[in-house]
């Protein structure tokens, strides 16, 4: 069973459309994150939630609204997609809020906006 | 704000032999997490070892090991014994304090290693 799952696996669309990935974890975590991957392979952290609650939202712009219906998904809506948000998606979690725990990641969401 | 470096983009390694990739780290933090992750080129991320602050013994994983020199800010990834498998992006990471108290994951830039039959 997959621990991590997101869909789609790739997601190719054109410019200003709105676009949703979904995240779903079975490992029982409480906190679950969505990372963004560039083309360069820098891997930088977009957004944390804790039990449905938000507890990280770096620099990223409004048009990315993450959704959590409960603490099992997360899911990253965008809204008027720009040439720039080509990226991998990666969703990930971890069963608590400290410094030893790992994160499990999905297989990534690959974007292209053309 | 905890920062990560990778200072080689790119490693080349003979197939059965050790090789050594560097990660150097910042942080104010007491308390902190070190982190090696593996990307193929499948694109998933493969976590492989990790190493607490306070641990006074360097942790290992089978083939690998974490070299902590705390001193000097340095959690070098070693892998012995290459194998034509290992070939793939490597990523260094710290869990420390974000915002409002909570932890985040910072990755460094990545290296890329691959493995020569």
């Known amino acids: 069973d997959t621990a991590v799952s997101q869909t789609p696996k790739y997601l190719v669309t054109q410019m200003g459309n709105d676009k949703s990935i979904k995240c779903e974890q079975n490992?029982?975590?409480?906190?679950m994150y969505w990372y963004k991957q560039d083309s360069k392979k820098f891997l930088k952290i977009m957004f944390s939630?804790?039990?449905?609650?938000?507890?990280i939202n770096e620099t990223v712009p409004n048009r990315f609204s993450p959704k959590s219906p409960d603490k099992a998904h997360l899911n990253l809506h965008i809204n008027s997609l720009e040439l720039g948000d080509s990226a991998v998606y990666f969703c990930?979690?971890?069963?608590?809020?400290?410094?030893?725990?790992?994160?499990?990641f999905g297989s990534g969401t690959q974007l292209s906006v053309l | 704000a905890q920062k990560i470096t990778q200072t080689q983009p790119g490693m080349f390694v003979q197939e059965k032999e050790a090789v050594t990739l560097d990660c150097t780290y910042d942080?104010?933090?007491?308390?902190?997490?070190l982190f090696w992750y593996k990307q193929p080129s499948s694109g998933e991320m493969i976590f492989l070892i990790y190493?607490?602050?306070?641990?006074?013994q360097n942790a290992t994983e089978g083939r690998y090991s974490l070299n902590f020199q705390k001193a000097r800010k340095s959690a070098n990834l070693v892998i012995s014994a290459s194998q034509l498998g290992d070939s793939a992006m490597y990523f260094c990471?710290?869990?420390?304090?974000?915002?409002?108290?909570?932890?985040?994951?910072?990755f460094g830039k990545g290296t890329k290693l691959s493995v020569i039959p």
């Open positions: 990930a979690s971890s069963t608590r809020q400290d410094d030893g725990e790992k994160l499990f």
């Open positions: 490992l029982g975590h409480d906190t």
């Open positions: 939630y804790n039990n449905k609650e938000l507890i």
């Open positions: 942080t104010s933090d007491q308390s902190y997490g």
């Open positions: 190493q607490g602050s306070y641990d006074e």
């Open positions: 990471a710290m869990r420390g304090r974000a915002r409002a108290g909570s932890y985040q994951l910072t």
